[in-house]
Structures are given as C-alpha cells and as structure tokens.
C-alpha cells in the first residue's frame, strides 16, 4: 500500500479481484493508466459503464443479451426442436464461436424452481432433444437424472455430449476438436 495514495491504492485493489489478476499486474495495469495512459483509462470506464447498463441475460435462455431476447433465441434458421443445457452464459459463447450447434440454449445455472419453470416452458414450445453439455461430473450425472425426471411428461429425447470431454475438466478449457467431437457423437443419457 503506498501511503497518502487511497485513490490509487483503490484502483489496485480492484484490479485485483478480477480473475487471473495478480498483484503484481494489479499495481501494473494501474500505473500504467495512471501515468502513461489516461485517456485510455477514460475510455475503459465509460465502456464497462455502458456495457453493465446494457447487457442483460435473455429472458428466454439466460444468454447475455442487449435485448429482452438474444439473437439466437430469435433467428428463425436455427433448429428449435434442439435445446442445448449449459452451465454458464460463457458456455454459449464458447459453443457459438466456433459454430458447434445450430440448435437454442437454456442456461441452467442452479436447479431454482424458478428456473426449472422456465425450462419446462421452453420445452412446452416444440423441443424435441434436449443436450447436456455440462462439465462431466458424478454431480453432473445427478443433475441430468433430476432434470430428466422433471421432464418426463414430455417425449424428449435426451442426450450428453460424450467421451471427450474429460472429467471435472470445465468446457472453455476443452479443445475444440475435443468438443465438436463429443458434440456431434452424444450420446444417450
Ligand atoms: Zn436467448
């Protein structure tokens, strides 16, 4: 901590409890906005302003979204009858940058009867297959079982994304190949 610098000290502290953000960048990135860069710190704080202010989860599946819905819950080419269960909206992001699924997504971020309800309703609209592509996990395994008994009033198809994916292994860590592969050979749960 530099002494008589709070402001500073502040900026450090925050820079810090970003992910992967050590001190040492911490006190990096904020000298080098603070002497070297100012305009560049301006810019910076007026875009993650309006970047917080706009962005906000789809109210269909939980995507991130400038709009009530997201551009892939609206685009009338993709297939509709396949929804793709994920964990996380970062998840989406991942799968869609390297257009590995042309189907919609659901974000299940927690078994929330709120959310539950939500999937159910998503499902009410003409899915077909549903895919679990989750972290493989014994919980994981749990999960699936418990969705799946919620929905089994519906004739869905459920499958998983297969081998290929290890276990525990988080997707945006899996390799590309890897996961194309387990996506396009899932298999039944
Ligand atoms: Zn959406």
Redo the contacts with the bound molecule.
Sequence with gaps: MMRGLEKFNKLVEAFEKLPTVGRKSALRFAYHLVLNDTSLAMKLSHTIESAIKSIRK??????L?EHE??D??VDERRDHAKLCVVESAKDIFILEEHKLFDG??FVLASLDEEILERLENRIKEGVQEVIFALTPSLSTDALILFVEDRLKAYALHFTKIAQGVPTGVHLENVDMLSLSKALEARTKT
């Design positions: 789809c109210e269909r599946c939980g995507a979204s819905l997201c892939i819950c919609n997504y």
